[in-house]
C-alpha cells in the first residue's frame, strides 16, 4: 500500500504564494509520475499539473500555466508544487495523486488553500 501526504496549505492573500510538499511511500526504489489534482467549491475535481519520473517533463493545466511549478527531489517520490501570483479562484483543496500503470492510482487526503483578502 502507498501512502501520499500532502502538506503546505494555508490562507494566502490574494497576489501571495504558497508551496505544497507530498510524500509517497512507495516499497520499491521506482520514481513514478505524480501530480496534483484539485477541487474547488461545488466543482469536480480537476486536473493541475503532472511531472514525469525523471522531473524532465512538466505539463500544466491552462489555469495555473506561468504561476505555478511543480518540481521534484532527486530520489524517492517527493514533489512539491510553487503556486505564484494566487487568485482567489485558486481557493481549492489540493490532491496529490502517483501514477502505477498508467492510472491515478493513489491519492493523498488533501490540503486546504484558500485565496482571500
Known amino acids: 500500500q502507498v501512502q501520499v501526504v500532502e502538506s503546505g496549505g494555508g490562507l494566502v492573500q490574494p497576489g501571495g504564494s504558497l508551496r505544497l510538499s507530498c510524500q509517497a511511500s512507495?516499497?520499491?526504489?521506482?520514481?513514478?509520475?505524480m501530480g496534483w489534482f484539485r477541487q474547488r467549491p461545488g466543482k469536480e475535481r480537476e486536473f493541475v499539473t503532472t511531472?514525469?519520473?525523471?522531473?524532465?517533463?512538466?505539463y500544466y493545466a491552462d489555469s495555473v500555466k506561468g504561476r505555478f511549478t511543480i518540481s521534484r527531489d532527486d530520489t524517492g517520490n517527493t514533489v512539491h508544487l510553487q503556486m505564484d501570483r494566487l487568485q482567489p479562484e485558486d481557493t481549492a483543496t489540493y490532491y496529490c495523486a502517483v501514477q502505477f500503470q498508467g492510472n491515478w492510482a493513489y491519492w493523498g487526503q488533501g490540503t486546504q488553500v484558500t485565496v482571500s483578502s
Open positions: 511531472i514525469s519520473e525523471s522531473g524532465g517533463h512538466t
Open positions: 512507495v516499497r520499491t526504489s521506482s520514481k513514478h509520475v
